[in-house]
């Protein structure tokens, strides 16, 4: 049986910031960062600091700019919340890991929110691993 991974808990004005970038970027991915804390059993979003996407091809891919990136590690040095993961969107796809990002998997433990295009934009949590994604159950809820 496989491990049962950590729940994602965020807030509904995390998710709306997210589809609300997704569809402000559109051809465009969005991306960003996300905030929060580990719990026992669950990985708590509390914050998302969006970023411009600085990849050569936005239109299928997201690099996360590295000024923002330090930027949030300098606000939480001290602080009871770190940076956990990343968000971005697939303007023309589902909010499934795509083979691209599949080669991005170079820091294994972060939470990836992707929103995938529809009527809402559907907002999937998925777990980085080596190599793979796992998907975990996101949860609404104030934090
Ligand atoms: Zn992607």
């Known amino acids: 049986m496989p491990e049962a991974?950590?729940?994602v808990v965020a807030g509904p004005a995390i998710l709306d910031t997210v589809r609300e970038a997704a569809r402000a970027a559109a051809?465009?991915?969005a991306c960003g960062l996300l905030l929060g804390r580990h719990e026992s059993?669950?990985?708590v979003l509390s914050a998302c600091?969006?970023?411009q996407n600085i990849a050569a091809e936005p239109i299928r891919r997201f690099e996360v700019d590295p000024a923002v990136r330090l930027r949030v590690?300098?606000?939480t040095r001290d602080g009871g919340e770190a940076m956990v993961g990343l968000y971005h969107s697939h303007?023309?796809?589902t909010a499934v890991p795509s083979a691209t990002d599949r080669e991005c998997l170079y820091e294994p433990g972060l939470v990836w929110l992707i929103a995938g295009r529809g009527?809402?934009?559907t907002i999937r949590a998925w777990l980085a691993l080596r190599d793979d994604f796992r998907e975990l159950p996101l949860?609404?809820?104030d934090v």
Request: glycine share 12%; aromatic share 4%.
């Open 27 to 29: 051809p465009q991915e």
């Open 41 to 43: 059993g669950r990985v």
């Open 73 to 75: 590690q300098r606000e």
């Open 5 to 7: 991974g950590p729940e």
């Open 91 to 93: 303007p023309a796809g």
């Open 119 to 121: 009527p809402r934009w």
């Open 49 to 51: 600091v969006p970023s």
């Open 139 to 141: 949860m609404v809820a």
